[in-house]
C-alpha cells in the first residue's frame, strides 16, 4: 500500500484559505468514506480534524472543513489564523489504515 | 475522558525485539474500542502498525505483519506491541490510539515516545 499523496507545503496569509488535497486511488480514498485528518503541531502528537471525509468532532473550530470527490479528499482551512501553522496528514482506511505523505501548512 | 501514555524502553539493539506498552485511563479497555500502535519515524510521515479489539481480535498492517504482535491486558487496562527483528529504520516515535470502530478515526492519541535502534 503505497502513501496518500499530498502537497509538501501550501501557505497563506492570516484570513485568507487554503485547500490541502489528498490523492489516493479507488482502493483507498475513492472507494471508502473513511478519511480523516490530522494536524500535528512540532514534537506534539496528531490531532482529529476531520472525520468521515467532512464530519468535525466537538471542539475542532467551523473553518475546517473537509470533501472528496473521486479519487481526491480535501481539507480546508478558511480565515485563517497564525495557531494553524502546522502539519497535516489524511488517512484513509484500505483495507488496512494508509496515512498520507503530510503537508505543512505556513502561515506568512 | 480517554487518556493514553506509552512506556517503553528508548533504545533497542539492531535484530532485538522492541517493546511498548500503552497504559490507558478514563475508560476499561473490557468495555470495547479498538486500540492502535502508530509509528512516525524522524521528520517523516505516520504510518498505522495495527490495532487490537478489547476481545483480542488483531488487524496488522500487511507490510509489517510478519513481525509485529499486539496484545491486550485487560486486568492491567492496557496494551501493548511487540516488533521483532528491528533495525535502524525501525527508529521512530511511537503512538498509541484508540478508536471507535474498524474502520474509524483515531482519536485520542498517546503523546508518543522515541524509540531508536541502535548498538
Known amino acids: 500500500q503505497s502513501a496518500l499523496t499530498q502537497p509538501r507545503s501550501v501557505s497563506g496569509s492570516p484570513g485568507q484559505s487554503v485547500t490541502i488535497s489528498c490523492t489516493g486511488t479507488s482502493s483507498d480514498v475513492g472507494g471508502y468514506n473513511y478519511v480523516s485528518w490530522y494536524q500535528q503541531h512540532p514534537g506534539k502528537a496528531p490531532k482529529l480534524m476531520i472525520y468521515?471525509?467532512?464530519k468535525r468532532p466537538s471542539g475542532v473550530p467551523d473553518r475546517f472543513s473537509g470533501s472528496k470527490s473521486g479519487n481526491t479528499a480535501s481539507l480546508t482551512i478558511s480565515g485563517l489564523q497564525a495557531e494553524d501553522e502546522a502539519d497535516y496528514y489524511c488517512?484513509?482506511?484500505?483495507?488496512?489504515?494508509?496515512f498520507g505523505t503530510g503537508t505543512k501548512v505556513t502561515v506568512l | 475522558q480517554v487518556q493514553l501514555q506509552e512506556s517503553g524502553p528508548g533504545l533497542v539493539k539492531p535484530s532485538e525485539t522492541l517493546s511498548l506498552t500503552c497504559a490507558v485511563s478514563?475508560?476499561?479497555?473490557?468495555?470495547?474500542?479498538?486500540w492502535g500502535w502508530i509509528r512516525q519515524p524522524p521528520g517523516k510521515g505516520l504510518e498505522w502498525i495495527g490495532s487490537i479489539y478489547h476481545s483480542g481480535s488483531t488487524y496488522y498492517n500487511p507490510s509489517l505483519k510478519s513481525r509485529v504482535t499486539i496484545s491486550v491486558d485487560t486486568s492491567k487496562n492496557q496494551f501493548s506491541l511487540k516488533l521483532s527483528s528491528v533495525t535502524a529504520a525501525d527508529t521512530a516515535v511511537y503512538y498509541c490510539?484508540?478508536?471507535?470502530?474498524?474502520?474509524?478515526?483515531?482519536?485520542?492519541w498517546g503523546q508518543g515516545t522515541l524509540v531508536t535502534v541502535s548498538s
Open positions: 490510539a484508540s478508536h471507535y470502530g474498524y474502520p474509524d478515526w483515531f482519536d485520542p
Open positions: 468521515d471525509v467532512s
Open positions: 478514563g475508560y476499561s479497555i473490557s468495555s470495547g474500542y479498538y
Open positions: 488517512c484513509s482506511y484500505a483495507g488496512s489504515y494508509v
